[in-house]
């Protein structure tokens, strides 16, 4: 279950915010504790309710793991990144049943945002399949599950851009606008964080060739139709990597890919993709 590709430690900052917004001070479940020997184990199955991707299984084991305070044992059927049915098992855990359903809202409600997100990557990744392009993500995230999204995100075939406004520099127009132009714009980045990458917003065709001639090697190709994409393609795709940004639907997927592009940015990755059913159902004693 150990994914080098996820943060474990802010798997475990993110878990423990989650249920302590969930258990209040003192920490408690009040209807469990009341209903619920102290004693009992059980053993529980998240299933899928709707088909989908799944992701966050890890995540939804470190849930279970600290309401049990380790006791309980969480088996992986399904993979982040599967294909799953509606009805197949993705897990089982046993452990203390308060502990079982202590977890369970806010191991669903992690678990469930992770596959709706990679859900969604899956229906992009699939609709790009045999085209040079590739969906990217964007910094429209939930406050506080950006590690977790953009894990989603690549569970489902996507690409992440960058993490947050300290790894990658991006002008955009208010940036373009207070420093007076795209070169002055570069050209202030460059020279104040050399070791940085740089991207460009661009509208038009102009302001794509202004900054490649400033030295910009990744372009963000806002809001343009398909034929002016590929116009910018021709005229600058041969220097810089291209990416198309803006009102982008999966029913204009193909277009859009098909300008040669190197990427297609998709706020709704996160923004606005809807959870994918998961349950947990003990299992009748």
């Known amino acids: 279950m150990n994914d080098p590709s996820l943060d474990l430690a802010e798997v475990e900052r993110i878990v423990l915010n989650a249920l302590a917004e969930d258990l209040g001070t003192p ?7 009341a209903t619920i020997p102290a004693a009992q184990i059980d053993t529980a199955e998240l299933v899928a309710r709707a088909d989908g991707v799944v992701a966050g299984l890890l995540v939804a084991a470190e849930v279970f793991a600290v309401t049990s305070a380790g006791a309980a044992t969480f088996e992986a059927v399904a993979s982040d990144g599967d294909r799953v049915r509606r009805g197949d098992v993705l897990a089982v855990v046993t452990g203390p049943t308060r502990a079982l359903l202590t977890a369970e ?4 409600n992690l678990l469930c945002r992770m596959s709706g997100v990679a859900t969604h990557t899956r229906k992009w990744a699939d609709q790009l399949a045999g085209t040079k392009a590739t969906v990217l993500d964007t910094r429209k995230t939930t406050p506080g599950l950006r590690v977790l999204e953009k894990y989603a995100v690549r569970a489902g075939g996507g690409t992440n851009k960058r ?3 300290y790894d990658v520099a991006m002008i955009k127009d208010n940036h373009k606008l207070a420093a007076g132009s795209i070169t002055a714009a570069y050209e202030l980045v460059r020279a104040t964080f050399p070791d940085v990458a740089v991207q460009v ?8 060739e202004e ?3 400033a030295g910009a ?3 963000l ?3 343009m139709t398909p034929e002016l994409l590929t116009e910018v393609v021709g005229a600058v795709g041969d220097r810089v990597e291209l990416e198309a940004t803006g009102n982008l639907t999966l029913a204009t997927a193909a277009a859009y890919a098909a300008t040669g592009v190197d990427y297609l940015s998709v706020g709704g990755l996160t923004h606005s993709s809807p959870i994918l059913d998961i349950a947990l159902d003990l299992r009748p004693r």
């Open 201 to 208: 917003e661009v509208t038009t065709l102009a302001e794509a």
């Open 211 to 213: 900054a490649v001639a």
């Open 27 to 33: 920490a408690r479940d009040v209807t469990s504790e």
């Open 163 to 165: 993490m947050g406004l």
């Open 105 to 108: 809202r806010t191991a669903l």
């Open 217 to 219: 090697d990744f372009l």
């Open 221 to 223: 190709c806002d809001n």
